[in-house]
């Protein structure tokens, strides 16, 4: 692949473009608007958050070749506590999904051979459709792009939007 075919991938897995940076989306909150429960959400910031670095690592582990478990129910991959134990654990996970996103980028940056890779399915859904490393990061892509309009939403409803980087406030 040439650095042109994955530059959008790129661009969406950083934010630029029509998404906002999904680092800058979650950087500035502290833990505790994290945690909080907008009224008809069934998750807060910090499960979302949360989730995306459960699936982000979950993913990148099978095309390292690991073989983890896949979780029986969505419910799993969102943590029980509505909130951050302490603002220690709210900046880790937030470093985590930095790092993890850079992670993902630095894949998209492989060459061709190995972006057409084939991922070994972890679940019978994964037989259904493409798994090359390709388009592992491309549901990666949608999946955080879903998420993180969530929290982009919740940041509406707790008052808290646009994050200092700026965002669309229309």
Known sequence: ???????????LLRGEGAHIDPVACVADLAPEQAGILVAGSPHTIWQLLSHLNFW????LGRVRGEVRPYPVHNAESFPL??????AGEWRQA???FEALIDEHVTLAGSPAEMLAREVPPAHVSHTRRASTVLAVLWQTVA??????????????SLGAWPPPGGGNTW
């Open 56 to 59: 982000m690592e979950y993913d």
């Open 1 to 11: 692949m040439s650095d042109q075919s994955t530059r959008p991938l790129v661009e």
């Open 94 to 96: 937030v470093a985590r």
């Open 81 to 86: 506590a509505p909130a951050p134990g302490d």
């Open 143 to 156: 999946h955080n792009s879903y998420h993180i309009g969530q929290i982009a939403l919740l940041r509406r």
